[in-house]
């Protein structure tokens, strides 16, 4: 494991981190490794790009469903009078 040491920690976050490790009776140490931990799982959640559709796969209801086909269906009228 890599330790690492913090300096100049804010006082309103340092005094949040010691609430919380007090709360949940942890170690200051583990407090800040699980807050660290959350941030940045928060934080890949938040930036994880896709390249399809297929995390939507059954999440819609069929009337969600019919609505987004009824849209793509307009969506895919062509106007003749711009074609011509």
């Known amino acids: ?8 920690i804010p006082k309103p976050i340092a005094d949040i981190i010691q609430e919380r490790a007090a709360r949940y009776g942890a170690s200051l140490n583990k407090t800040v490794i699980d807050l660290l931990s959350q941030a940045i799982e928060a934080g890949q ?6 390249h399809d559709l297929d995390h939507l796969v059954g999440t ?6 019919d609505a987004f086909n009824e849209v793509l269906r307009e969506q895919r009228t062509i106007d003749q009078k711009l074609w011509r």
Not at 45 to 50: E, I, L, N, V
Not at 60 to 65: F, G, K, L, Q, Y
Request: net charge positive.
């Open 1 to 8: 494991m890599k330790t690492i040491t913090l300096r100049d």
């Open 45 to 50: 959640t938040k930036r994880r790009r896709y």
């Open 60 to 65: 819609w209801s069929d009337e969600e469903a």
